[in-house]
């Protein structure tokens, strides 16, 4: 059975085993105080190009974004998001169950316009009952977002500016961050990421860790005593160890650089053969996952030799699904999946 | 430098490491519907004697607490434990943050006593004003307790009985369960823990693992949706696999039990040989974390050479530390420890 | 000056101050326990015709929404409004404060339309994801609606039929009933509304009380131990005696059904002579609110002499403005408005 | 039969229906934009000599205290109160369901004593382990407190003192402040309250309203969008004209303090009829509680003549029960108490 279910469905990446293996019986401290996130820690910051970012690893995704936007926003203010942003959609109501409001803007194949940014704030401080309502207090992106999609280097300046303009916080969801920084078809860096937003977090589950995910705070504005608040979310993990061993690897020798550009190749291989074989692609991803619209009986039949993502219904007969390649993904598992489509 | 610190600055036993190896190419579907969690379960429903247990991984013993707390508990009741549980003193106001307050008995050597939670009970629907207080709608214990410290087969049965007539459940934080387990002055099994209580974890950080906990339901009393719920805190693993795997080695070959026993002989080791040096032993642990009274002078000069825990201060001129022994501790480790002190 | 701004911005109908005079000095147990609070709630269960009826008297709107939302729902399930309505816009973020997420389908002049919600639950449970979202798990409707429509029975029954389907509860905000009940153009009663829904308020602070809204549980479905639930919301009145005799004075000789038909007459006089006028009508409401497109110009004029509410925009030029009758308007008053203008 | 169950179950002084009655046609905006509340606060603002202080009304004491705690309290601090303090054992948890644990101080006749909070402050930073614990983020004291005892200036600056020291706000609960400032065995002035604590509040529905609690943060330490905050937390009353009448009513005139001079003497009264009849008091309260210890028998016989509150077991054939005075006793009251006794 091929999988192409996500890019989460194996191990690690060989090199991230080795160092666990390699590591395994120096004695360290609990909860973060230890060399490898240390010098993980270090690695990020020069990667950053950004020397006073405070660094933190949590352990998934949705717990990553409850911590921060919790630990960011004032109890009556709300983040500011895509309809189909990550948050408000496909976790479970983590952010709700902090207390806080989703606010939505429309998508754009997955991203959030600054204009619209911009009078959605203008427009809340415009509107007598303001105090009634639900203040937007930081603004969440995801880069590539939920559809593989990337903002331009431009685009995140935009929105880096309105949301500067109201003092509010951008914080950037790099779930799939390797993938985008390492897409053909961008202009955006690690750096850049770094100086624009206000914290963002380097996705370690969807590229190549057992699990894992470093929050980075660029402003000296990693909240006071955030280690207690991590732990008040039940998000600090005993074992510090196991995210900073990781972490140090995939900030060596360049590894989480080379994942995304690996995995991305595959897409790209994927994505013109589907297009040659005549298959509408539904969005345009330059990033490792891509959105590909079958024929109901076309998708049941594959089900039985591919493994994939059911995403959404296209029409009566069609259906959108996601295959998406990662570390673990051979180019011979594409060459047998194009095959079989 | 000789590490007495914890049971869990190491990483894992090694052949939870070897398993993580030998499976890392297998791809799984995430969210803990892999066939290792799978396997897992299966194990662990064998070694409880207890076919219907529901089972669920999570990461941490904090996390693991607030979310099945948070998940049996109405909005109106709190969790009752000893004043010295690890719930209401060293998990940063977790409970708390779900909504919960913590109530407090008094501990005997960590312990609760089943008269005391009778009466506490009894008193609260005796009280006029019982609506406008917090329910006492569950029971946290903890084995073993914080003070290394085991209840006996008779003393978890008389809590169980008094949870039972006032219908709350019992349940049991057990972060350190094989060293309780294995105890040389233990009558109770993981059977008896499965009949005695309405659900309770099997701690993997501290007993080998690189991380997770394996939550048991025991009486088909699982909340409906729990994966949602897990979620809805930001506890969900994706690769789930990660925690199935080091269950389903655990619990193969007794693995779980055998680094139990084996940190538990060097703790006794360890024991006898302070005793016999002269020693003030601060309570008589019968598992694998060993308290002692130090001379400060002394205890300033131990942390030169070994890694302990500070525990409390006993009085002016000494304090309580603790010393944990664990899988990864060798005999020699407990000899030079001796040699030393 | 004029005042048209809200129903809430005088006292209370004289025949409730009376009531409080006359019962001043009659010792009463606190917290709901008192007779003017039993005798209110009979007079509601004979007018709901429902005598079943478990009624809970709370002090505010907000504050009733967020208490029986919270006290419905499960952890992980959202309530489905309007994107209209008042709990997703205009009451602070108080439902997400409990944990919640408000789930929004598109308003019809501020109604939801009952297949729009069937489509909704459908495609909740039909997508593979639903275990990670957000499940829904109540509706709520408004009754009159913000922008003062009502619901016929046919919509209402048709909104209850596919809450019964799915089993979710319907919740009706009653801010407003009285209006809504006597209006000309409904067909629905408070029999009708009893029947209906699973829980409801009837609004007294906008219908002629200092304060207080009477919650109304029509399925034998109150929370247990709702008294605590209230109080653990810090929702708790002290002096239950104040709600208990306001209801009770409301629901004597019809007074609540006076009030509402009253201030109806007022507003469709003056929606009358507006249209007279030749002014635009923003909305056709059946109620005591009426929405009115005002020239920007003429709107600030107007401001020196009359108070009413902003809106929204309408276009550059024009903005939509509200007028509110209540029990304190008088006939005088509407005329001079209609002069003025 | 006679009443003196508690201090709020008779409706207003006839002095606050009366300001309701007259102002009760005169439109007011909402919210506590009227002008009502302008005057309540400048009179106690000039009441309190702290012409800075921010006022805000809400409507009832649990309420205020989650209100006000919340909105001092960063996520990862709980509040420091005495073991009797009302918001640890009868507020329903309604601390907690903000997400803040309550940690208490042994308790002197309901008071703190400010050595032992210095103690537990000083401890809480020298335990290695702090970031895993709650944070001390405050102070909550009761004046008078739930025993009707008064903490003396000196005891107050005391506490004060420590706080300061600490950086953390001193929060006093005057739910029954009136009978605190007009004993006759205080030296404490509301303008000593409003110097040495940060945040207060003037208790209404204790002391002759019919509902209502005005909030003083005397600090400029009010925090920011607390309009929204309270509203959030479902507390923003419509119609704050009802609070607002009711204040500046208590602060004509020196109605408060005469409400509170009036029930303290006829406590005395009471107080020294039943020392001279030889029953045991349990509390020498100086305020308008009266806590006194009944043979169980006579407490039986007591209840079909007389309404008091049960507070505690005394011993075996012993109970302690609450007399309480307020406004609306009469001399005749107590006087026809103690010939029954």
Known sequence: MLSF??????????????????TNFVPQSGYGFDEYSDSAKEKIRAACNCPDAEIFFLVGGTQSNAVVIDSLLKSYEGVVCADTGHIGTHEAGAVEACGHKVLTLPNHQGKICANELSVLLKNFYADENYEH???????????????GTLYSKQELS???SVCREY?????????????????KQTNVSLADIAELCDVFYIGGTKCGTLCGE???????????????????????????????VQFDTLFTDNLYFKIGRYANNLAETLKNGLKDKGYKIFIDSPTNQQFVVLENKTMEELK???????WEVFDENHTVVRFATSWATTRADVEKLLEIL
């Open 167 to 183: 003092e509010i916080p951008l914080y950037i969801d790099g779930a799939r961050l390797a993938y985008g920084l390492m897409s």
């Open 214 to 244: 470093a929050v980075v705070f660029t402003k000296n504005n990693m909240p006071k005593h955030f280690l207690t608040i991590v732990k008040n979310h039940g998000a600090l993990l005993a074992k510090g160890r196991l995210t900073g």
């Open 5 to 22: 279910e996500c890019d989460y469905n194996c191990g690690a990446h060989p090199a991230i085993l080795e160092s666990l293996i390699k």
């Open 304 to 310: 039985n030799k591919v493994s994939f993502s059911y």
């Open 158 to 160: 935009n929105i880096s």
């Open 133 to 147: 309502m639900v203040f937007p207090g930081m603004v969440y992106i995801s880069h590539p977002t939920e559809y």
